[in-house]
């Protein structure tokens, strides 16, 4: 079964950092780019990175950009988020997505979402 | 202030069929393809279409999706009260380098 599925989420204070993992199953990992997305309590979907197969492309949305940072271990079959300087508006249940084959920003497997809060 | 522009609600009855829009500009949608996701609070979301009419397997012929210059369109029919969800179109921004979501729009099946 083709699955994903986060951890790491948790409650931080402003300013502190966390770091999300994203464990891949039922597929050829490697061979496919990923995605990070986030939905904020009472908001809709924000996408927030992306990283190519091999690593070598990566994109940010503004909102994170300099702060979050994204990676890959494609021999755990595995997707990372790391969040530094972490702010209120960071909270949001963080779902990783894989890319389907042959397509630009098409997502066609979802996690179920791990849970950020920044708050003090 | 989302970049793709959805209503934020629409509703119609069982068996009815309805449309949702994705209204953006040239930079996405305008050379982009679309796609449309399913979203149920503590779920994961689901795509429904991709490459603006395409779907999935195991996506039925019920859900449909259309382009159009800046704007797209998601067409649902024979609703049922299993629709009622929240739903997104998304795309890439050539201009931003990133992607890109409707702010969503919640279904209601009277």
């Known amino acids: 079964e083709v699955q994903l599925v986060e951890s790491g989420g948790g409650l931080v204070q402003p300013g502190g950092s966390l770091r999300l993992s994203c464990a891949a199953s039922?597929?050829?990992?490697?061979?496919?780019?990923m995605n990070w997305v986030r939905q904020a309590p009472g908001k809709g979907l924000e996408w927030v990175s992306y990283i190519r197969f091999s690593g070598s492309t990566i994109y940010y949305a503004d909102s994170v950009k300099g702060r979050f940072t994204i990676s890959r271990d494609n021999a755990k079959n595995s997707l990372y988020l790391q969040m530094n300087s972490l702010r209120a508006e960071d909270t949001a249940v963080y779902y990783c997505?894989?890319?389907?084959?042959?397509?630009?920003?098409?997502?066609?497997?979802w996690g179920q979402g791990t849970t950020v809060t920044v708050s003090s | 202030q989302s970049v793709l522009t959805q209503p934020p609600s629409v509703s119609a009855a069982p068996g009815q069929k309805v449309t949702i829009s994705c209204s953006g500009s040239?930079?996405?949608?305008?050379?982009?393809?679309v796609s449309w996701y399913q979203h149920l609070p503590g779920t994961a979301p689901k795509l429904l279409i991709y490459?603006?009419?395409k779907r999935p397997s195991g996506i039925p012929d019920r859900f449909s999706g259309s382009k159009s210059g800046t704007s797209a369109t998601l067409g649902i029919t024979g609703l049922q009260t299993g629709d009622e969800a929240d739903y997104y179109c998304?795309?890439?921004?050539?201009?931003?380098?990133?992607?890109?979501f409707g702010g969503g729009t919640k279904l209601t099946v009277l």
């Open positions: 490459d603006n009419n």
């Open positions: 997505a894989r890319e389907r084959m042959g397509s630009t920003y098409v997502m066609d497997v």
């Open positions: 998304g795309t890439w921004d050539s201009s931003l380098s990133a992607g890109v």
């Open positions: 040239s930079s996405n949608i305008g050379n982009n393809y």
């Open positions: 039922g597929f050829t990992f490697s061979s496919y780019d």
